[in-house]
């Protein structure tokens, strides 16, 4: 089974609108250059519009860092699935590590937000992954089962072809500690492995799980070759051209 890489970048709360244009320039430029994948960046959401609009030209794909369940109405400080589909943003992260623990966002809230997006065209990136406590206590399967569980809740196999999983070790993300190949391999397998109890193999066979946490031009080329591995969610490297693009053209 062939599954098209993805390199996706998180800009998180970094840069202003005129940085972010001139950064997702570049990789538009690089994007070209090392084709048969894809290539996404999730700006902020003050740069969404002009990203999307610089980029539009181009088969760079961009996402918003969040989205909410509703297409409008009172939400203070949310941004809905059918205003990021007014700019041309056809992708969004849900339920990062740092939106679970900094803000307490829930699976069930996640689960909404999963299907906000779905039903008005949006794709979501479902992030899931242990923290090191529950890694050491050895709770790292159950962990990503009830998150997997709780966030794909009343998904439908078709609905699955338009999600992609992202496992992030929340100990590797941010820290310069990268899960080993084979640990993050020994993960992406049991996923997949739990995706063909809930849905057709085949099915399982075709989705894209992301590896996320500290991937930098230096660990990529290993973590790539990875069966199960079919592509990464990148934060502090992807906020350089140059880090970024080697990124994207892994070997
Ligand atoms: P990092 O972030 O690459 O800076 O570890 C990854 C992420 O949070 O998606």
């Avoid at 001139?22 to 996404?40: K, M, W």
């Avoid at 902020?44 to 539009?56: D, G, W």
């Avoid at 992030?168 to 391999?185: C, F, L, R, S």
């Avoid at 992406?188 to 057709?200: C, Q, S, V």
């Amino acid at each position: 089974m062939s599954r098209r890489p993805l390199i996706a970048g998180n800009w998180k709360m970094h840069l202003t609108v005129t940085e972010s244009v001139q950064l997702a320039e570049a990789i538009a430029a690089t994007g070209s250059n090392c084709p048969d994948r894809d290539v996404l960046i999730a700006p902020p959401f003050t740069a969404l519009a002009a990203v999307s609009n610089a980029v539009a030209k181009s088969p760079l794909l961009v996402a918003a860092q969040n989205v909410a369940w509703e297409q409008q109405g009172a939400f203070t400080g949310e941004i809905s699935p059918t205003m990021l589909t007014d700019l041309g943003v056809a992708w969004a992260i849900v339920g990062h590590s740092e939106r679970r623990q900094i803000f307490g966002e829930s699976s069930a809230m996640i689960n909404r937000r999963l299907h906000g997006a779905l039903a008005n065209a949006v794709h979501p990136i479902l992030c899931i992954g242990e923290t090191l406590t529950e890694r050491e206590s050895e709770q790292t399967f159950a962990v990503l089962q009830q998150q997997i569980e709780e966030g794909l809740d009343q998904v439908t196999a078709e609905q699955l072809h338009n999600i992609v999983l992202a496992y992030e070790p929340v100990w590797a993300i941010g820290t310069g500690k990268t899960a080993t190949k084979e640990q993050a391999q020994e993960v992406h397998a049991f996923i997949r492995g739990l995706l063909t109890t809930m849905y057709e193999k085949s099915l399982a066979d075709s989705i894209r799980i992301l590896y996320g946490g500290s991937v930098k031009p230096d660990n990529i080329d290993d973590l790539m070759a990875q069966t199960d591995i079919d592509g990464v969610l990148v934060g502090g490297a992807a906020l350089q051209a140059e880090s970024f693009s080697r990124i994207i053209c892994f070997q």
